[in-house]
């Protein structure tokens, strides 16, 4: 079945440590997002990319990296300059060529900071 | 900027009725808009999409309407199960390339037995 896949579910971060989350699409997707979730609040977006070795910053950059080595994937990176990263992240694509542009979404990955 | 609201942000309604939740944009100048439905600690399930040339979208007992003039979508779900409970979001798509999607806070949503 096509679909996202988020890894890990949960995961747990020491202060100072850099965690990677990934996010694999097997849907053909150009696009994929990540977007970041704190209770009680909408999401925020973090990056986007259009396309392979492209992206851009979203609303709420600042302590994340990405990268867009190949179609598939779209990893984020919390680095130690994001001072309040606990929160519920979620990574999501969408196809460029589709006239309908349905975003499709992950389960999610939990992180806290111990 | 695009601000997109929905209020209330909790309803509870008994089994069986009817019920209505509302999504509001401050920008007309959307591509499409998009709810969603979270269940706790899961991702976002896609629900119905409107085009913004569309008036709308129904998929079973969920009914969606948009009117760009006024701002506006409502969701409409008919005869309410226990099992709809879960929060639910509305998004607006500003282009049509991979550009910002806006979210709402959601409205979450508890149906009584």
């Known amino acids: 079945d096509g679909g996202i896949t988020q890894s890990p579910k949960y995961l747990f971060r020491k202060e100072g440590q850099n965690v990677t989350l990934s996010c694999e699409q097997n849907?053909?997707?150009?696009?994929m997002y990540w977007y970041r979730q704190d209770p009680g609040q909408g999401l925020r977006l973090i990056y986007y990319?259009?396309?392979?070795?492209?992206?851009q910053k979203g609303d709420i950059a600042e302590g994340y990296s990405v990268s867009r080595e190949k179609k598939e994937s779209f990893p984020l990176t919390v680095t130690s300059a994001q001072k309040n990263p606990t929160a519920f992240y979620l990574c999501?694509?969408?196809?460029?060529?589709?006239?309908?542009?349905?975003?499709?979404f992950g389960a999610g990955s939990r992180l806290t900071v111990l | 900027k695009q601000e997109v609201t929905q209020i209330p942000a909790a309803l509870s309604v008994p089994e069986g009725e009817n019920l209505v939740l509302n999504c509001s944009f401050t920008d007309s100048a959307i591509y499409n808009l998009q709810w969603f439905r979270q269940d706790p600690g899961k991702g976002l399930t896609s629900l119905l999409l409107?085009?913004?040339?569309?008036r709308e979208q129904t998929s079973g007992r969920l009914n969606a309407s948009l009117d760009k003039s006024s701002g506006r979508s409502t969701l409409y779900i008919a005869a309410s199960q226990p099992g709809d409970s879960a929060t639910y979001l509305c998004?607006?798509?500003?282009?049509?390339?991979?550009?910002?999607?806006?979210f709402g806070s959601g409205t979450r949503l508890s149906i009584r037995p």
């Open positions: 999501a694509s969408s196809s460029k060529f589709s006239g309908a542009n349905v975003l499709t």
């Open positions: 990319s259009q396309i392979v070795n492209d992206f």
């Open positions: 849907l053909n997707h150009d696009a």
């Open positions: 998004a607006v798509r500003l282009g049509s390339s991979a550009s910002k999607i806006i």
């Open positions: 409107i085009q913004s040339s569309q």
